[in-house]
């Protein structure tokens, strides 16, 4: 990822972290979807594995430059809107978004 400053609109940074997060959880899901919705479960919906919720949290972290998550904060997160409501309420001003081009070449890598 690149260091450059990228500064959005908080209502377009919104739509744009929920963008991705939607993307990457439908990409990564064992059971693979264009569009996931808040609703769905991980495990019984998309079929995700201990692993792989593994790899999600990585993914995320990675892309949008946050702490490692405890596990005291991901035990709640079961379904989508959860994952979308953590990386919502983690990604700061600091943080920078990534790139469209930046989150195809981090899930064509994963």
Do not use: K, W
């Not at 999600?56 to 959860?82: K, N, Q, R, W, Y």
């Amino acid at each position: 990822m690149t260091d450059e400053v990228r500064t959005v609109e908080p209502a377009a940074a919104q739509r744009r972290i929920t963008e991705i997060v939607l993307r990457v959880v439908g990409t990564l899901a064992p059971d693979p979807v264009d569009r996931p919705t808040p609703a769905q479960a991980l495990v019984a919906d998309l079929g995700y594995h201990s692993l792989r919720l593994v790899e999600l949290a990585f993914t995320l972290e990675e892309l949008f430059g946050l702490d490692a998550m405890a596990v005291d904060s991901s035990l709640p997160i079961g379904t989508v809107g959860d994952v979308l409501a953590y990386v919502l309420a983690e990604v700061g001003p600091d943080n920078v978004l990534p790139t469209t081009e930046e989150v195809d070449d981090y899930l064509r890598d994963a």
